[in-house]
């Protein structure tokens, strides 16, 4: 089967590091997902962070997903040491 006619083929482009890969034939707003709680306060209070993300210059990004990664991390840490 060719790549032109498999259906979940996507069209990828070569991009130079610092570039933006974009997508012109999406149709329709995209979306950030609905967070649903997950029981544990730590984790909750990293991944509202993420709802920032809408309000942010895409530049600034990178050092939330930073944030939340490092708090997720840390609560990690803490399970397996017990706390």
Same mark, same amino acid.
């Given at each position: 089967? =060719? #790549?032109?006619?498999?259906?979940?083929?996507?069209? /990828?482009?070569?991009?130079?590091?610092?570039?933006?890969?974009?997508?012109?034939?999406?149709?329709?707003?995209?979306?950030?997902?609905?967070?649903?709680?997950?029981?544990?306060?730590?984790?909750? #209070? #990293?991944?509202? /962070?993420?709802?920032?993300?809408?309000?942010?210059?895409?530049?600034? &990004?990178?050092?939330?997903?930073?944030?939340?990664? /490092?708090?997720? &991390?840390? /609560?990690? =840490?803490?399970?397996? #040491?017990? =706390?």
């Amino acid at each position: 089967m =060719s #790549a032109g006619s498999d259906p979940l083929s996507v069209p /990828r482009e070569t991009i130079a590091e610092g570039q933006q890969l974009m997508r012109h034939d999406v149709d329709g707003e995209l979306v950030l997902p609905v967070w649903e709680p997950t029981g544990d306060a730590a984790v909750d #209070a #990293a991944l509202e /962070r993420l709802n920032e993300l809408d309000d942010l210059d895409a530049s600034e &990004h990178v050092a939330v997903f930073e944030s939340v990664h /490092r708090q997720l &991390h840390q /609560r990690l =840490s803490d399970l397996n #040491a017990g =706390s």
